[in-house]
């Protein structure tokens, strides 16, 4: 059974195509209040993006009720380069938004203001390198005790795809990481590659995306536009037919725990050495909820697409 909770959530993000998806599925449910965005440097260039988020913010304005959020640039965090060889120059398949939502400059602050001002009420969910919260952190001790908790896109217990067995969010600033998974959050869930590996956003969705497109919802034509280079880049990699949005499933699950299984372990980072960035999960003994490779694609995609487009139900 789909246990829906209602949920305030804060999302910092470094919009990816994949980040993309989870931003505005986010926005669009009605089981989630997006109080606030802020941007970290990770798939693309911090001023990329940010841009990104801008325009998706802006875009995703014209078709879901929300209160508009606010949105503030974070910090670059990239060590070890960018993702735009599979994400697209810019991040987004080369796609470029308009760019006419306002952006603040002032992530951390306004993360810990934010957490300060609603104790115990906000969720924190991490979508790119831990950056931010890290430097939030160290601003504010208390940060783990003022959120509800925090869910992060990031880590793999069987290995990673960047580095020496690391995923690519903890590997662009493991020291950051380090501090994320050692601080004592009342709530913590790590949705690593073992989990995400399993989504795919199939050839046929892309296509009825398409077809959405065609009759002027703009949404639709993004999301087939921005999976053209995503999808050829994990066919040449993995012989995928479609792509993988890890970004979407941490989202999704906080509407719908039953998506994904997870068990207790604990996490450690490693920083520095042959295997820097690497996450050593220890099951049986922690208090990180860990999700494993038992993810529901096809009810995922359900959700996906029945929130930004309710009026596909007989199509899935």
């Not at 599925?25 to 990329?48: Q, R, S």
């Not at 996450?279 to 996906?304: A, F, H, P, Q």
Request: net charge negative.
């Amino acid at each position: 059974m789909c246990q829906t909770v209602f949920m305030k959530i804060l999302v910092d993000t470094d919009p990816g195509v994949d980040d993309a998806f989870a931003l505005l599925f986010a926005l669009a449910n009605p089981n989630l209040e997006v109080i606030g965005v802020t941007t970290v440097g990770g798939n693309a260039f911090l001023d990329d993006v940010t841009r990104n988020a801008s325009g998706l913010l802006a875009l995703a304005k014209r078709y879901y009720d929300f209160t508009i959020p606010a949105l503030h640039m974070g910090l670059q965090s990239h060590r070890r380069g960018n993702a735009e060889s599979v994400h697209g120059i810019g991040g987004l398949g080369g796609v470029h938004l308009p760019t006419d939502f306002p952006v603040g400059n002032d992530a951390i602050g306004f993360i810990v203001e934010t957490l300060r001002a609603n104790p115990g009420e906000i969720r924190l969910v991490t979508l790119g390198p831990l950056t931010n919260i890290a430097a939030a952190l160290e601003v504010e001790p208390e940060l783990p005790r003022l959120a509800a908790g925090i869910s992060i896109m990031g880590g793999a217990e069987r290995g990673g795809n960047s580095g020496n067995e690391a995923e690519f969010n903890i590997w662009q600033d493991p020291a950051a990481a380090e501090k994320v998974f050692d601080a004592a959050w009342t709530s913590f869930s790590m949705c690593g590659l073992d989990a995400t590996a399993c989504t795919t956003f199939t050839p046929e969705l892309r296509e009825l995306c398409f077809q959405v497109g065609r009759e002027g919802n703009e949404i639709g034509t993004l999301l087939h536009d921005i999976t053209r280079d995503y999808i050829n880049r994990d066919w040449t990699a993995n012989q995928v037919l479609g792509c993988r949005v890890h970004d979407l499933l941490p989202v999704a699950l906080l509407v719908d725990e039953t998506i994904a299984k997870s068990v207790k372990a604990r996490v450690r980072v490693q920083v520095g050495g042959p295997f820097d960035g690497r996450t050593i999960v220890t099951r049986g003994t922690g208090d990180v909820n860990v999700y494993t490779d038992s993810t529901d694609n096809k009810k995922l995609m359900n959700l996906l697409m029945l929130t930004l487009f309710p009026r596909l139900k007989r199509f899935l």
